[in-house]
């Protein structure tokens, strides 16, 4: 027990107290907590300064729900580059981004990567009201630029009940035109090739305002087989039909291809961390395959707002999207065409009372279908060759959703939320007609959500809630990349238990801790044969604990040196373990679950001066990931050290800003997004060394 006890605290401590590089982050996190408390000081004396959103990203979370919201405004310069929201997305607690190699994305909040080898699963993700998680589970978050959005929220775990059924959460991501007619464009560039443009113009004009934004990304890569070409075409417009009435329109068109080097043994990966798989048995290199994914995605909505009176309102949104994908892998090539479409409906109800009190319904429904064709044929050198398997897909989603919510006085605050869910899939297999046609059907009659938040003075709330999950198969789990339809899994669910403080003690300083514990049933997890194709399974059970910590503070400095900054905090602890699983005879109760750092530490400061001379800093440190079920592989703790400087000069109407930045300062060699459970120990993906950027954005406003 005293061996286990050490373990734990250990895996908890190392993202700080790791030797390596120590003095580097002693001073960096020393000079940060200096100048806070210097900010600190002079702020006191100033609480009625309005602190500038301008150049500043910020984290929010919304009273009586596990929910974490990114706003980002204009000119918001990161601590990294602006090529992915990878760093952007780990500084908030219990939230864990991984990039295998450019343009392949895992996103899980609160939850394991063991559901996604490879893709975003079990997390619905929408764009403007428009759902961007197709009926069958799968989310291209690739597609998506920088400049698509505005704000980012994200719904952890069984926090919300209106955007259907799912145990991983949602991530709501708001962008729309701004409200003064402008064009901009920023170019940069920086190590490994890589390269960016980010351009828009929007024009605004008796009630309505259009935006067209464009965004190219490029870059050779770190590894071997590594290279990223993305364009990224967006247009919004938002129109004002009368007092009452507004609709929104938007369009999304990506068309992108990026290479696949995939997973190497600990052996290749400390001789050359740069290389791709090579040839192994039966199976090429990834370079011979020519390992890639070419990705077109085309996705359009209509959202419609009516506000009926001053209590009353709908919102109500259809949509259509089309993917085409192909996939070229070592061991074949697949083929996807998956177009789909739907809608959802949200009536609102919203009585402030003359006591203080507020009464809040939102009720409303949602419904997808799509009509797939999935064909997997030989890879010969990047080439199909014989057809496999060809497998049409027929999925349709829908769920009824409601939240009530009372608010007494400002002191207390009750909200209860249902929801019905239900899934249909249907495959038909049309290269083999032997293999009879395989429905589908998942529902779980209701999914609840209790809250009770108190307030407990005016700088002091504390909320309970309890809530229920239930997540379907995806159809990738369901016909995974050994072309075998599962027709033994099964949809996990379970409860989720949370309590959050959160503290305002002195002005802008926030304050939120958070503990959980989420008990999952039938969770589903992935597994590979001995070819290296992934398949999935039913797990007896797991328990998912945890701790989540967050600080934000805006300060402002000395009057005449520096306006303003900000210095955000934020430390997980998660206690992620197999309840009952047994595997091929293996008894795995009590073992962590693997692909998850047990505890990560973030910590983020920028600085503006007078002068418009600024700098973003950001640490991020992971502990230990075990590799597999059986923990008996992990891969070591990591932390990066990222530094951005910058000047922002304006000419008149035109804004200049200039930078320069390095991400991996401390030049760690690590792994981001580990395959799990690999055969033959290919579980390492690595990540850059230290590498650098520099850019200039120039922004022409009306």
Do not use: C
């Not at 929910?67 to 204009?74: C, F, G, N, S, Y």
């Not at 507004?246 to 600990?266: E, F, I, K, S």
């Not at 009824?400 to 249907?426: D, V």
């Amino acid at each position: 027990m005293l061996v286990i006890n050490l373990k734990r605290v250990y895996q908890m401590v190392a993202p700080i107290f790791y030797l390596r590089a120590f003095f580097l982050r002693f001073l960096l996190i020393a000079v940060i907590f200096l100048q806070s408390v210097y900010g600190f000081a002079q702020v006191s004396k100033r609480d009625s300064i309005n602190v500038s959103a301008e150049d500043t990203v910020y984290t929010k979370t919304s009273f009586g729900t596990a929910t974490a919201t990114v706003t980002k405004t204009r000119d918001y310069q990161p601590a990294s580059d602006k090529s992915s929201v990878v760093q952007l997305f780990n500084t908030i607690p219990g939230v864990r981004m991984e990039e295998r190699s450019p343009g392949s994305y895992r996103i899980n909040m609160r939850g394991s990567s063991l559901r996604s080898p490879f893709g975003v699963r079990n997390v619905k993700v929408y764009w403007n009201d428009i759902p961007l998680t197709d009926p069958g589970g799968n989310t291209y978050f690739n597609q998506l630029a920088f400049n698509n959005f505005n704000t980012i929220t994200l719904e952890k775990s069984t926090s919300s009940t209106v955007y259907g059924s799912g145990t991983g959460g949602q991530i709501i991501i708001a962008n729309t035109p701004s409200k003064k007619s402008e064009a901009m464009i920023e170019l940069s560039g920086g190590s490994y090739g890589s390269r960016s443009v980010l351009a828009s113009a929007t024009g605004v004009n008796k009630g309505a305002a259009h935006r067209i934004s464009y965004a190219y990304n490029a870059g050779d890569g770190y590894r071997e087989q590594s290279a990223l070409r993305r364009n990224n075409l967006s247009w919004l417009s938002q129109v004002k039909l009368s007092d009452k009435q507004q609709l929104l329109l938007g369009v999304l068109l990506v068309d992108m291809n990026y290479q696949t080097p995939g997973g190497l043994t600990w052996k290749e990966y400390a001789a050359n961390p740069r290389s791709a798989r090579p040839a192994a048995g039966a199976f090429p290199s990834a370079v011979d395959a020519k390992a890639a994914i070419l990705q077109k995605n085309l996705t359009t909505g209509v959202t419609y707002i009516h506000k009926f009176n001053e209590l009353f309102s709908n919102t109500t949104t259809v949509y259509g999207s089309y993917n085409r994908i192909e996939n070229s892998a070592i061991r074949n090539f697949e083929k996807r065409n998956e177009p789909h479409y739907g809608g959802r409906s949200l009536f609102t109800f919203n009585k402030e009372m003359e006591n203080g009190n507020n009464f809040n319904v939102k009720a409303g429904m949602e419904a997808q279908s799509g009509r797939f064709n999935i064909k997997v044929f030989g890879n010969q050198k990047g080439n199909t060759d014989t057809l496999q398997t060809n497998d049409n897909v027929n999925t349709t989603t829908y769920s009824l959703f409601s939240n009530f919510s009372f608010t007494m006085r400002k002191k207390w605050n009750y909200t209860a939320s249902l929801s019905y869910n239900k899934s249909r899939l249907g495959f038909k297999r049309l290269s083999d007609e032997t293999v009879p046609d395989q429905p589908f059907s998942f529902s779980n009659e209701l999914v609840p959500r209790l809250g009770i938040l108190r307030w407990i003075g005016s700088d002091l709330n504390v909320t309970a809630l309890v809530s229920k999950g239930f997540s379907p198969p995806t159809v990738a789990e369901l016909l995974p990349s050994t072309g075998i339809i599962n027709t033994d899994l099964q949809a996990e669910k379970g409860w989720n238990y949370e309590l959050i403080l959160r503290a305002f003690p002195v002005a802008r300083l926030s304050m939120e801790a958070s503990l959980f514990s989420f008990r999952l049933k039938d969770a589903i997890v992935q597994r590979r044969d001995e070819s290296g194709a992934d398949y999935f399974t039913n797990a007896g059970g797991t328990q998912q604990k945890g701790i989540e910590l967050s600080g934000s503070y805006n300060y402002y400095l000395l009057k005449g040196v520096a306006e303003d900054g900000f210095l955000r905090a934020s430390y997980t602890y998660n206690f992620f373990k197999y309840d009952h699983f047994i595997k091929a005879g293996q008894d795995l109760s009590g073992k962590f679950l693997p692909g998850l750092p047990v505890s990560t530490f973030s910590i983020v400061n920028s600085t503006y001066f007078k002068g418009g001379v600024y700098y973003s800093l950001s640490y991020y440190g992971a502990s230990s990931v075990f590799l597999d079920d059986a923990n008996t592989v992990s891969a070591r703790p990591y932390h990066l050290l990222m530094a951005k400087l910058g000047v922002n000069v304006s000419v008149k109407k035109l804004k200049i800003n200039l930078y320069a930045g390095a991400d991996n300062l401390l030049n760690e060699n690590y792994s981001l997004g580990n395959d799990i459970n690999a055969v033959s120990g290919r579980y390492y993906n690595a990540a850059p060394r230290r590498n650098y950027y520099a850019g200039a954005a120039f922004s022409l406003m009306k």
